[in-house]
């Protein structure tokens, strides 16, 4: 039996944080090959973002679900276990990990959170495509869990399971240590909870060892490398450095990965793509 078709989806994450992001999102779309980007729906650029995409019809966009690191919807005293009194979710992944694991007022709260984050998202009108979360957080069975539970009655059917396998990573020329094995072996948890909520998700997604630095060589070698079947990369493109991205990614390339997606010979690539899935496809 011969392999299934190799297809890709290629996603820009932080659709809203600011309008550097935004117009390097636009740009990727309009003039590259980027197909899909996550709403931060409370991003000081949100308004912004949505615009953006009502002109944009190609542009498939989902809820780039924040909690951790990031702008709140609701007002902090509404959620004063999860956010400071700018109404910003805490840096500390592992200390907001155990609260939504062990305390059950602050997983009230969360849920709350995330439900009107997916409101936010529908008062849109835009068509929600999909759900991620920012520095997945959803890899948290709490988190996971609820954006599931709750983003089904939102529409959702598809999520993002960052399931990035080492084996693609070596043949691009990576070494991909011990922690991203074990990141990897944690991903299953997530993908069963979407399978039980049928949720779909891509079998294999990258950028999370390049996270910020998908580089031209590096796009075009994973685009080489796929494995068959269904994959998704993300990117962190932005037109320039402003200073919220200084502030939050300071060492990130998002000029670079911009340039990835508007770039030729990724383009090309991507034909190859495109023309070996139309070959495998069954004569009718």
């Not at 969360?110 to 009107?116: Q, W």
């Not at 079947?229 to 990965?257: K, N, Q, W």
Request: proline share 10%; charged share 20%; hydrophobic share 50%.
């Amino acid at each position: 039996m011969s392999a299934p078709p190799r297809r890709v989806i290629l996603t820009a994450d932080d659709f809203g944080l600011s309008e550097a992001v935004n117009e390097g999102i636009e740009r990727a779309h309009r003039d590259g090959v980027l197909s899909h980007a996550s709403l931060m729906v409370a991003g000081p650029a949100a308004a912004d973002a949505v615009r953006r995409a009502r002109r944009l019809p190609g542009l498939r966009v989902g809820l780039h679900l924040v909690a951790v690191e990031g702008p709140a919807v609701l007002p902090p005293p509404v959620i004063p276990a999860l956010v400071d009194a700018q109404g910003w979710f805490p840096s500390d992944q592992f200390r907001l990990g155990l609260r939504y694991f062990l305390l059950p007022p602050v997983r009230r709260q969360l849920a709350a959170e995330i439900r009107a984050q997916f409101a936010a998202f529908a008062a849109t009108g835009l068509i929600l495509d999909h759900a991620d979360a920012h520095k997945h957080m959803h890899l948290h069975p709490t988190v996971g869990g609820l954006m599931l539970r709750i983003g089904r009655q939102f529409g959702l059917a598809r999520i993002r399971v960052p399931a990035e396998p080492p084996a693609v990573l070596r043949a691009c020329g990576a070494r991909p240590g011990p922690g991203a094995r074990l990141l990897h072996a944690w991903t299953r948890l997530l993908r069963r909870q979407a399978a039980r909520a049928g949720i779909a998700a891509a079998p294999s997604v990258f950028g999370i060892a390049w996270s910020g630095h998908m580089t031209p060589p590096r796009l075009l070698g994973l685009l080489a490398n796929l494995p068959p079947g269904s994959s998704e990369i993300y990117f962190h493109p932005a037109a320039a450095r402003d200073a919220v991205l200084t502030r939050l990614m300071p060492d990130y390339e998002h000029t670079a990965e911009l340039a990835s997606l508007l770039s030729p010979a990724v383009r090309t690539a991507l034909d190859a793509l495109s023309a070996e899935q139309v070959r495998r496809q069954p004569a009718p």
